[in-house]
């Protein structure tokens, strides 16, 4: 075995339409170990993944294989060097089985034919010990998001790669599931696998990786040893998502204070959500935890008029209670962002178009038609602002998912909003849209605006938010505000857990949020 | 895992609800008029069932990697009317001209295959286009008239394709036999082979199918190649049955082949296709035609019938897949 890392890969960059996704990252990985690359999302994690897949080709930069550069230039050149990738969830086919998803173009045959039986023996000790109990021949579209994940972790190591390659892999599962795929990581990587473990969350690496690299805005800017990393160090490590959150703008938020509430909840079911009831005032923003399920994007789709909720009372602040529709609700001044593919945004419409489609149809005062020449001066106006890096002419499709973002919730500025319900407003978008929209959510809660926000990721909430609610399972878990909000915290009250968690090393308990 | 029953599992199938159509649709017509399921009736209805079904097949394979194929109807008259041409001016024998009309028909399916994957064009405009040049063509070479055709019955060509013979009451055609082989070597592919995972991964999940090194072009390529051919043999079969090439038969068929398909359960926008429920599909159609006509309906009205039938059959799949949204 020659001593060279098993894989390297040196300068490599990539830009994906306007927005550089890599800028210059270079690491390398040793026979059997785990490396664990740890970045926000949006810096360039998953376009890694990608690459390392086949599925893309970097635009400058080499990778080596034992030594030896190798072009991997597509998903079969990815397999012959024995890397296989499990990719976030999109990458599988929900009308087909487990089954199928877990052998797509890799199905043993038998007599010419796919053997099912043969696909159940070779799966089914797998399956076990990540403890997948479901039924193999149902879709997988059936399957709950946790399920799914392990399917195409599953579907990965079936392979049998040198180099496995995971991406966000602890996305959708809990506590006991985690802990279950990490087992299996360390035993595979006692017979020798080598694994790239892609994640944003600190505490995963320190918990599996023998080494750490850190990511940001495409650029490796750390990697060292588990073992060398000092507390200063990982405290430092856990602190560069914070210089993402804008200084929290107090002196609205103070006054707030003596103000009655302004938006009261009580007792609201619908979707998966039972009997929830809280407050918000103008002024603050309030955090909602949850993982996906929880209830908490339920909640803010039944606030906007998405959904209809089955019982409980709600009060905005104008005095009137759940809009019936989307359009009542955006009359109201009641205004939904959320990440969700297209969010609103037409793609293959003028920039100004875009920011001038709320205006028209929530205003049902001033002049119903659109008028060019009112889109353009608000769309100068808003681009200035939103600090949009295009022409107000251009196509909205051609922006970064940052810029089109920015312009997702731009629209709603024209009408001044009241209440802002934000759905995981930067989910997967680059660190520096990320950090304006931040800004921007702030500003809207300054000028008074009542902002709920729901969010995965527990440090976006923790920086931004000025007290948090978290949900598990429909229901109100807890409330956390001030000093005791942080990541760590968060994550517990979502997922249930009351033991201090095991995946994260006693060192960073003195971490906390600032 | 297998607390359910047989009957729950066969409910839950796909192709029970056409299933069931099938069944109910029967029981009417032989209640109101009993000669509906004498020998000579059932005869006529599977000879000219099964040319339509044998594009039916091929494009059940089509629409579930999918895309789809509007240009089959004027293959199946063009190719007919090309093999004929051919032979009647004398330049080749009758099998050459069959041979040559399915080697055209193969390059028209390469072409659509090409403008879809390479080009990126959607289907529906790709194949509607392919329909006016194919049928443009034939009705050129013919200046607009029928072809003469030979009576080929006694060649071997038409003996193995179209040759018909008694069992029992009943008369049947060598096509039937075509129909079934395809039905049941279309079917393992489907749902067997590893072509067929290819064609279920490339309809449902383009790009997770290339991200696992799946060749999604070619396996499309292939299925329009398929389907054209498929259409080109359907109307060869179809013009040696009834001595007749006229080079407008066929018109209308792509949207008939494509609600056969859809009513047997195969989903529009690919993913999910089945060729049992595709057989299903077919019989519930060509029975109706037959059916309304024996009953006293006007033939004429037999459209109103099948649009009801795939609105239905439409609402029932949109109603089971909410039900089923609900229920997780």
Known sequence: MSDSPLISVRNLAKRLGGFVALEDVSLAAERGTIHAIVGESGAGKSTMARILAGIERADSGAIEIDGHSVAIDSPSAARKHGIAVALQQSALFPDRSVLANLFVNREPLRSGLVSRREMQARSFALLRQLGLAVDVGAPLGELGAAERQLVGIARALLDHPRLLVLDESCEALDRSQGDRLFAVLRELKARGMTMLYLTSRLEEALALADQVSVIRNGRDV??????????????????????????????????????????????????????????????????????????????????????????????????????????????????????????????????AFNLSSVVLGARDWGRRWYSPKAAAERAARLVEALRIRSGSDELAGSLSAGGRQKVALGRWLEIGPQVVLLDEPARGIDIGSKQEIYGLVRQMAASGCVVLMHSSEMSELAGLCDRVIAFRDGRLAGEVAGSEMDAATLRKLITGDTAAPAREPATTSQRNAA | MENHSFVQRLIARPEFGPLVLLVVELVVFWGINPDFLSPQNISNILAFTVELGLIALAMTLLMTSGEFDLSVGSLFGFSPVLMWTLFNSGVTSLEMGLLIALIVAALVGLVNGWFVTQLKIPSFLVTLGMLLVVRGTALFITDGFPQRTWSAEGSWLAN?????????????????????????????????????????????????????????????????????????????????????????????????????????????????????????????????????????????????????????????????????????
């Open chain 1, 222 to 351: 750390l990697s060292k040893p588990r073992s060398d990393l000092t507390a200063t160090e990982e405290a430092m490590i856990g602190q560069l998502g914070l210089t993402l959150f804008p200084l929290p703008l107090r002196s609205l938020s103070n006054v707030a204070g003596t103000l009655r509430p302004q938006l009261t909840v009580s007792g609201l079911s619908g979707g998966r959500l039972a009997g929830v009831g809280f407050s918000a005032r103008a002024g603050e923003i309030v955090g909602l935890a949850g993982l996906r399920g929880s209830g908490a994007s339920d909640l803010l789709a039944m606030l906007f008029g998405q959904r209809r909720a089955r019982k409980g009372k709600v009060r905005f602040p104008d005095g009137d209670g759940l809009p019936k529709t989307r359009t009542e609700a955006a009359r109201r001044g009641i205004c939904l962002i959320s990440s969700h593919a297209g969010n609103g945004v037409m793609a293959d419409k003028s920039i």
């Open chain 2, 160 to 328: 193995i394709l179209v040759g018909d013979f008694y069992v029992g009451p009943f008369r049947i055609y060598a096509s039937l036999f075509w129909f079934i082989g395809a039905a049941i070597v279309l079917g393992y592919v489907l749902t067997q082979s590893r072509t067929g995972n290819w064609i279920q991964a490339a309809g449902g999940n383009p790009n997770a199918a290339r991200a696992r090194g799946v060749n999604v072009n070619r396996v499309k390529v292939g299925l329009f190649i398929l389907s054209a051919v498929m259409a080109s043999l359907a109307g060869v079969i179809s013009s040696l049955r009834t001595s007749a090439a006229n080079p407008n038969s066929g018109t209308g068929y792509e949207l008939e082949v494509i609600a056969m398909v859809v009513i047997g359960g195969t989903a529009l926008t690919g993913g999910r296709g089945t060729i049992i429920g595709t057989v299903l599909g077919i019989l519930i159609l060509r029975v109706m035609r037959n059916g309304i006509v024996l009953i006293g309906v006007p033939g004429l009205a037999y459209n109103i019938f099948i649009g009801a039938i795939i609105l239905g059959m439409m609402a029932l799949h949109s109603w089971l897949e909410r039900r089923h949204q609900a229920g997780t």
